[in-house]
């Protein structure tokens, strides 16, 4: 007989005793533990770590000019873009690959036959921390030295810095908006045009100022230094106010937008792009239909958090906007349902127009970035961010944060619009004497850009820029 035939033969003896409940024979047992010792599963492959052995995230997140960079919730972009829930992981690691000397200079944009990266390609970057660090290359070390030298003079102004300029100046204005509020409802009493009219640009700005400064400066949990009233005012603001879900604005905004800052298919702003609207459409008229958006984007965002935060966030977005209708009715005297919520759409919409504005503006039109390929901190937000000019409305509504300080908020996003204006002429004063770019244009100037080129920027995928070196 065959060795193979002898093998075959005590293997169906092995399997009979074990279908009858018997234990192996001696025969058997001897079979199996040959069988073990040979094993591929037992040469030695090492096992992943378990969850949690790498760095601290929040203490990561703690550090000035750090807290919103790629972390641990983010390890897995593409994975997550397709669930839009972070996963739980050791640490991820961010590799330059080998070769890539970043640096201010731009190349030639380099595109692939579809104008934008694969899907494939992105996971390359993000690798697995591992126990022993990967040693950066010598650009590398002097980008994070710069980033190093500038959090170091930003934190002596910040230790500087009183309560009330890290953190009151912001919460006064915020508060000072819902003191008004009551004169804009009953403004809206008046049977005169001019007062229904004040009636209206109160609660226009109450909104926005609410909605945008206010549920911003709460997803950066720059309200506050308690992290547990962050969380509170962060549902306040982000669903109660603005009819949102606290989660997925942080996840969208924080750790995408803000981890990733004109990264292809990350943070690249591509959300804000409506290729089938032509020019006139989408800047002058789509903006209006931001409150009916808002709320039915995020009903559909709820399919991918748990249940009780699903339950908790249409709670507060029933909240929210029945308090306003019931305002509106109650106080106001509006007598019909549609009157009502036709002034719910006026006033929620008032400053639509640059607010879709200003988001494009600041980033779109400027150097993308390739996930495998895009340059340090410092180089990425000096290159990929745009302050706009001060504008008194503007700056009470959204913030010095969105609009003449977004450089500053990108690079130190953790605090608030009072302390990037504070710090505004460190940064830039730092950038320019290290000849790193700091992008300023004016809202007029930024507008016919969009108007002229719209195709080019907000239909027809970006073009990648590299970085060829250090100047």
């Known amino acids: 007989m065959e060795p193979w ?6 293997n169906q003896d092995l399997y009979q005793e074990r279908q009858k409940g018997k234990p192996p024979s001696e025969a058997g047992a001897a079979r199996i533990e040959l069988l073990q010792k040979g094993s591929s599963l037992n040469h030695g492959v090492e096992q992943p770590e378990p969850p949690g052995e790498g760095r601290n995230a929040q203490e990561k997140g703690e550090k000035l000019g750090q807290g919103d960079t790629p972390s641990q919730e983010t390890a897995d972009p593409t994975q997550q873009m397709q669930t839009g829930i972070s996963r739980a992981g050791p ?10 000397d970043p640096g201010p200079i731009l190349n030639h944009p380099v595109l692939d036959g579809d104008g934008n990266t694969s899907r494939e390609e992105m996971p390359r970057v993000f690798q697995r921390g591992a126990k022993e660090e990967v040693e950066p290359p010598e650009e590398g070390r002097r980008e994070e030295a710069l980033m190093g030298e500038l959090s170091e003079l930003v934190q002596q102004v910040v230790k500087r810095s009183s309560w009330w300029e890290r953190h009151g100046i912001d919460d006064c204005i915020i508060a000072l908006n819902f003191l008004i509020l009551p004169a804009g409802f009953l403004c809206l009493r008046s049977d005169n045009a001019l007062p229904f009219l004040l009636g209206i640009f109160i609660l226009g700005i109450v909104h926005h100022t609410i909605t945008v400064k206010g549920s ?3 997803s950066h949990n720059a309200l506050t230094e308690s992290k547990s009233w962050g969380k509170v005012w962060a549902i306040f603001f982000l669903e109660v106010c603005s009819a949102f879900t606290a989660e997925q604005a942080y996840y969208n905004h924080v750790k995408l937008h803000h981890g990733y800052t004109n990264v292809i298919r990350l ?6 792009k409506i290729p089938f609207l032509n020019r006139y459409v989408y800047m002058f008229i789509a903006p209006i239909a931001i409150p009916v958006l808002t709320p039915l984007v995020a009903l559909g965002l ?29 106080v106001s005297g509006f007598q019909s349902v549609w009157s009502a919520l036709i002034c719910m759409l006026i006033t929620r919409s008032l400053l639509a127009h640059p607010y879709i504005h200003v988001n494009i503006f600041q980033h779109i039109g400027l150097p ?5 390929k895009k340059p340090k901190r410092i180089h990425l937000m000096s290159l990929g961010v745009l302050n706009l000019p001060r504008n008194a409305l503007l700056d009470w509504s959204f913030g010095h944060s969105i609009i003449n300080c977004h450089v500053e908020h990108h690079l130190f996003p953790n605090l608030s619009d009072n302390m990037c204006l504070k710090i505004k002429p460190i940064v830039s004063q730092y950038l320019k004497k290290k000849k790193l770019p700091y992008n300023e244009d004016s809202y007029i100037s930024r507008l016919q850009l969009f108007l002229h080129r719209y195709e080019e920027l907000m239909v027809n995928a970006p073009p990648i820029s590299e970085l060829v070196g250090i100047q």
Request: glycine share 6%.
């Open 91 to 100: 640490p991820e690691q961010e590799v330059t690959p080998k070769g890539q």
């Open 5 to 10: 035939q002898e093998m075959l033969m005590e």
């Open 216 to 218: 911003h400066l709460a």
């Open 302 to 330: 709820l399919k991918d958090v748990e249940l009780k935060t699903a339950l908790r966030t249409l709670g507060c977005m029933f909240l929210g906007l029945y308090s306003h209708y019931w305002l509106l009715v109650n």
């Open 368 to 372: 993308m970035f390739s996930a495998d």
């Open 267 to 272: 943070g690249d702003s591509s959300t804000w």
